[in-house]
């Protein structure tokens, strides 16, 4: 698992700190307006944000620590789950892939679009084809244990997101995410 994280400490005057604080909601907001070097590129999905602040002298001593959700990176996945772009159809139609491997490479790579775009990036295009292609792979596994019932809405969902992601649209790739994310849970809970 990758964490990523940000400490800051700077001095400033304290007339100075609705400006700094202000900066920073801005960053937190992805407004790349006119900030300065040290909030560009902040972790995300925040997890912990602390901001300490002590007066010293005739100004602020500051200390501002931002610290994301650890990401489960594509390369930590087992072997057989990041190589498994073709599985071997079994007589019963399933995949000799172990399909909770499956589902944990699914995850892994839904989050890490989620996280791109929730900084107001595109997800990077490894990322979309991992989840892309371990959606298609999770479409041969039949039957209403593996959610079947679901496959037309998902594959379709599926498609936006990779029609959005090549027109580079990124109000249609974030509509298609959210549309994957609420069927998701719908299948989750129906096969539960």
């Known amino acids: 698992m990758k964490t ?12 100075a700190l609705p400006t700094q604080l202000r900066q920073l909601a801005d960053a937190l907001d992805g407004r790349a307006g006119e900030l300065s ?3 560009a590129d902040l972790p995300s999905p925040i997890a912990k944000l602390e901001v300490k602040g002590k007066a010293q002298g005739d100004e602020w ?6 610290k994301a959700e650890p990401i489960a990176s594509l390369e930590t996945l087992p072997a057989e789950v990041a190589a498994a772009s073709h599985p071997t159809p079994s007589p ?4 000799d892939l172990d399909y909770k491997h499956l589902k944990k490479q699914m995850k892994v790579a839904f989050k890490e679009i989620g996280a791109s775009l929730a900084a107001k990036k595109r997800p990077k295009q490894d990322a979309l084809e991992t989840f892309l292609s371990a959606s298609d792979l999770m479409m041969t596994f039949t039957g209403a244990a593996y959610g079947e019932d679901h496959y037309p809405a998902y594959r379709k969902a599926c498609q936006a997101l990779r029609t959005a992601y090549e027109i580079e649209n990124m109000a249609a790739l974030k509509a298609a995410y959210e549309t994957l994310a609420q069927l998701k849970k719908e299948s989750h809970q129906a096969c539960k």
Request: no cysteine; net charge positive.
């Open 4 to 15: 990523s994280e940000r400490k800051i400490k700077k001095n400033i005057p304290f007339e």
């Open 61 to 66: 001593a500051l200390k501002i620590k931002i």
């Open 37 to 39: 070097s040290e909030w």
């Open 92 to 95: 019963a139609g399933q995949s």
